[in-house]
T-cell receptor, first 113, second 110 residues
């Protein structure tokens, strides 16, 4: 069965650069969630989209923005990268935004040097 | 953590033993889920228990939920070396976002 696809899987950037992370949800899933997991930390909710509209926002820095496109894929744009942005970024998708089982992608490991 | 504590933070057992992890949360919930994460890898959904359920089983997994104490436990019976991973509980927030606990790192020694 198709799973959530994230690209790239690994990304190395320097401070003050920008990064774009992509997420392709499971076919027919209309909801996408983004989470950030720092080293040794639990995943923290960043932002979510339902039917291409932002549905919730968590602890996402103003330097970050995201959107969901007409084909339901989502992109997380990160600017003015800081060392503290180094983390694993997960995307998850679900059918509807009722928080029943979310399916997680493999994550993008971002390293800021 | 946004959500609460997981106890213990680390657990080391021998293969064949049972492993119990506990999770506490702060707010009212619709459901509580448990996820597994192998080192640096993705999150794998294990089991979901709804707020009106008290116990649920799936294979070697047994989850309990006590909404009066805002706590849940995950029991893995007859553990295997392949169960070595971090285990997170997660509760649902409004609009479907998951709020994770700090996680328990389980090591199963062969």
């Amino acid at each position: 069965a198709a799973g959530v696809i994230q690209s790239p899987r690994h990304l190395i950037k320097e401070k003050r650069e920008t990064a774009t992370l992509k997420c392709y949800p499971i076919p027919r899933h209309d909801t996408v969630y983004w989470y950030q997991q720092g080293p040794g930390q639990d995943p923290q909710f960043l932002i979510s989209f339902y039917e291409k509209m932002q549905s919730d926002k968590g602890s996402i820095p103003d330097r970050f923005s995201a959107q969901q496109f007409s084909d339901y894929h989502s992109e997380l744009n990160m600017s003015s990268l800081e060392l503290g942005d180094s983390a694993l970024y997960f995307c998850a998708s679900s059918l509807g935004n009722s928080a029943y089982e979310q399916y997680f992608g493999p994550g993008t490991r971002l390293t800021v040097t | 953590s946004q959500q609460g504590e997981e106890d213990p933070q680390a657990l080391s057992i021998q293969e064949g033993e049972n492993a119990t992890m506990n999770c506490s949360y702060k707010t009212s919930i619709n459901n509580l889920q448990w996820y597994r994460q192998n080192s640096g890898r993705g999150l794998v959904h294990l089991i979901l228990i709804r707020s009106n359920e008290r116990e649920k089983h799936s294979g070697r997994l047994r989850v309990t939920l006590d909404t009066s104490k805002k706590s849940s436990s995950l029991l893995i019976t007859a553990s295997r070396a392949a169960d070595t991973a971090s285990y997170f509980c997660a509760t649902d927030g409004n609009t479907g976002k998951l709020i994770f606990g700090q996680g328990t790192t389980l090591q199963v020694k062969p």
